[in-house]
């Protein structure tokens, strides 16, 4: 899958909607930029989480994890 390309398939969004991501299992909480939640359900969790990736979009646990080590217990 190119990730490079920016629309996911099945996903109606532009990567530039898009700028911040929370996922828990296959699902995907995403802010974009006008303000609005959705969720989103891909067929292929890992993929899309690879797109996000590639168009610099936050993940927000990593964020918090960065800014602040103590927020998010380590195992």
């Not at 490079?4 to 929370?22: D, M, Q, R």
């Not at 303000?35 to 359900?41: L, N, P, V």
Request: aromatic share 14%.
């Amino acid at each position: 899958m190119p990730y490079t390309k920016p629309y996911f398939a099945g996903f109606a969004y532009h990567s530039k909607e898009v700028c911040k991501f929370l996922q828990a299992y296959s699902t995907f909480t995403l802010m974009l930029k006008n303000g609005a939640i959705i969720h989103h359900q891909p067929e292929h969790a890992l993929d899309f989480q690879r797109w996000l990736n590639h168009h610099k979009i936050e993940d927000i646990r990593v964020s918090i994890r960065n800014t602040n080590p103590m927020a998010v217990p380590q195992q």
